[in-house]
Antibody, heavy 115, light 112 residues
C-alpha cells in the first residue's frame, strides 16, 4: 500500500525557518518525481514545486523559489521541504504528492506562522 | 500564470442526479508533446485531495466510471453521472501544461 506521511509542521514565528519531511512507502520512491502542494485556511490550493526522481532537478513556483527548497533522500525514501524566512501567508496545510498525476497524497501537515 | 476558472462555485444535487463542472483556462493547455495536462481532483471534507481524472479524460485507478472528463484547448468538463453521497466535497481542476502548475478555485458539491 502506497503511503506518504508528512511531519515537521507546527507554530513558527515570522522570519524563522522550518523543514518538513514526507516519508514514502509502498512503492519505489527513487523511480518517481515528487511534488509539494499547499492549501491555505481559505482552501486555496497552490503548487510549491517538484523534484526529479534522482534529485538532480527541481522546479518551483516563481513566487516561492527564493525561500523554499525541495530535496530528497532516496536511501531514506524521504522528501523534504525547507522553508525559510516564513511569512504569515505561508500558513497552510502542506501536502506531498507523487508525480506525474498526483495519484497519492499525504495526510497533510499544518504550518502556522504567527508571533 | 495560467488561470483556471471553475463554474459553478457551488452545485447542489440530489442523489442520482447528473452534474457537470466546467473548467476554463486562460491559455490553451495543449502541450507541444501532444498531451493536454488537465486533471480533476476531489477533496472530501477533512481529507486530502484524490485523483479522479488525468490527461483530460483518463480515469484514475479505482475511480468509479460515473466520473468522466472531456474537453480540449481551454474548455474542460467533469461530469458525474448519478451523484452518490460519497461524491460530496470540493472538486478542483489543475493544469500541468505550463511551467507553473495551477489550480481552479474549486467547486463545492452539496446535497440538495
Amino acid at each position: 500500500e502506497v503511503q506518504l506521511v508528512e511531519s515537521g509542521g507546527g507554530l513558527v514565528q515570522p522570519g524563522a525557518s522550518l523543514k518538513l519531511s514526507c516519508v514514502a512507502s509502498g512503492f519505489t520512491f527513487s523511480d518517481y518525481w515528487m511534488s509539494w502542494v499547499r492549501q491555505t485556511p481559505g482552501k486555496t490550493m497552490e503548487w510549491i514545486g517538484d523534484i526529479k526522481y534522482d534529485g538532480s532537478y527541481t522546479n518551483y513556483a516563481p513566487s516561492l523559489k527564493n525561500r523554499f527548497t525541495i530535496s530528497r533522500d532516496n536511501a531514506k525514501s524521504t522528501l523534504y521541504l525547507q522553508m525559510s524566512n516564513v511569512r504569515s501567508e505561508d500558513t497552510a496545510t502542506y501536502y506531498c504528492t507523487r508525480d506525474p498525476n498526483w495519484d497519492y497524497w499525504g495526510q497533510g501537515v499544518m504550518v502556522t506562522v504567527s508571533s | 500564470d495560467v488561470v483556471l476558472t471553475q463554474t459553478p462555485p457551488t452545485s447542489s444535487a440530489t442523489i442520482g442526479q447528473s452534474v457537470s463542472i466546467s473548467c476554463r483556462s486562460s491559455q490553451s493547455l495543449l502541450d507541444s508533446d501532444g498531451n493536454t495536462y488537465l486533471y480533476w481532483y476531489l477533496q472530501r471534507p477533512s481529507q486530502s485531495p484524490q485523483l479522479l481524472i488525468y490527461l483530460v479524460s483518463k480515469l484514475g485507478s479505482g475511480v468509479p466510471n460515473r466520473f468522466s472528463g472531456s474537453g480540449s484547448g481551454t474548455d474542460f468538463t467533469l461530469k458525474i453521472s448519478g451523484v452518490e453521497a460519497e461524491d460530496l466535497g470540493v472538486y478542483y481542476c489543475v493544469q500541468g501544461t505550463h511551467d507553473t502548475w495551477t489550480f481552479g478555485g474549486g467547486t463545492k458539491l452539496e446535497l440538495k
